[in-house]
């Protein structure tokens, strides 16, 4: 054996390793047999968690072989991905709005259609000069923690009846730099509001769907979301009736009361803004072009 040769262990196990690309053809490929939708997506998601790089830098990855600790922390995450867990639980963060935010099963794992929800609010916001906003049924804090940094002359104060998500919602505005910006309130949403005076905007992204739905689900949700942040009782509006009889008279004369919606509850939605002495301004689609956002005031505003 010359000076230059390698230890046979080393060989062996040089030759047995599997390089980026082959490791994510074939996790795509069990993903999507497990059901998992966007599967590639996903794998390139955890490869660039297992190697701690960017998205855009896998590219350049694509020929090296995984290490022995990558490939086990690899396997790990794909066989948690195949269980249906999220992806954003395994990753633990989520992107919304380009900010990035901590999440866990204590949270609702912040969608794409909410992000539009977001951006109108902290539009309108930030055009109200020095707001005072409300974020109800805070999760993850995504809406407020938005609406801060994008509005940055606003009050902003977010509510969540559960203690674990304020705890998130919490270490998420630490991170952006926002403690002294959101002031944090436990508080049930049907209940009266904990802040006095008139508010100029009202966000939320209240539990809407069917309690009978929540069983079709797809699994990342049925099974990983907090039921608490989904459930919206029998037809799946509950929360609006509370939301609309307690908080459109906590509106100020030019005030906002933007919601989320599922899909198919816009005309149901806009009867209890009318019940409850509101009118409806805009109904917005989502990039799916299902209506998602009710924007209302009250009516004498
Ligand atoms: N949009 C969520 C879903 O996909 C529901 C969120 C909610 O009820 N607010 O199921």
Redo the contacts with the bound molecule.
């Keep these: 054996m010359g000076w230059f040769s390698l230890p046979e262990t080393f060989v062996s196990s040089q030759a047995s390793r599997v390089n980026v690309k082959d490791s994510l053809q074939h996790a795509a490929k069990v993903l999507v047999n497990a059901g998992v939708t966007s599967a590639d997506i996903n794998a390139q998601w955890l490869m660039t968690h297992v190697l701690g790089c960017r998205r855009t830098e896998l590219a350049l990855k694509l020929s090296e072989p995984l290490s022995d600790e990558e490939q086990a922390r690899w396997d790990e995450v794909v066989a948690k991905r195949i269980q249906r867990i999220p992806l954003q639980h395994i990753i633990g963060t989520v992107d919304f709005c380009g900010i990035e935010l901590d999440v866990n099963e204590h949270v609702?794992i912040p969608?794409p259609?909410t992000e539009l929800l977001a951006e109108m609010a902290w539009v309108v916001a930030a055009s109200m000069n020095q707001a005072s906003v409300l974020d109800i049924g805070t999760g993850s804090g995504c809406l407020a923690i938005a609406v801060a940094l994008n509005a940055r002359k606003a009050t902003v104060h977010a509510l969540d009846i559960s203690a674990n998500a304020l705890e998130v919602a919490r270490a998420n505005a630490s991170r952006h730099g926002l403690k002294e910006r959101i002031t944090f309130h436990e508080a049930d949403m049907r209940e009266p509001l904990p802040v006095n005076g008139l508010i100029d905007l009202i966000v939320a992204?209240?539990?809407?769907?069917p309690s009978r739905d929540i069983r079709d689900?797809e699994p990342e949700?049925r099974d990983h979301d907090p039921h608490l942040?989904?459930d919206?009782g029998e037809d799946g509006l509950d929360y609006y009736r509370s939301l609309a009889e307690n908080l459109l008279p906590c509106l100020s004369a030019e005030g906002r009361l933007m919601m989320?919606i599922?899909e198919g509850q816009a005309s149901g939605v806009a009867d209890i803004i009318g019940c409850s002495g509101g009118r409806v301004l805009e109904i917005l689609p989502d990039l799916n072009n299902v209506e998602r956002i009710v924007v209302a005031s009250a009516v004498n505003s």
Aim: glycine fraction near 14%; proline fraction near 13%.
């Design positions: 609702l969608r259609e992204n209240p539990p809407y769907v689900l949700v942040s989904l919206g989320e599922g």
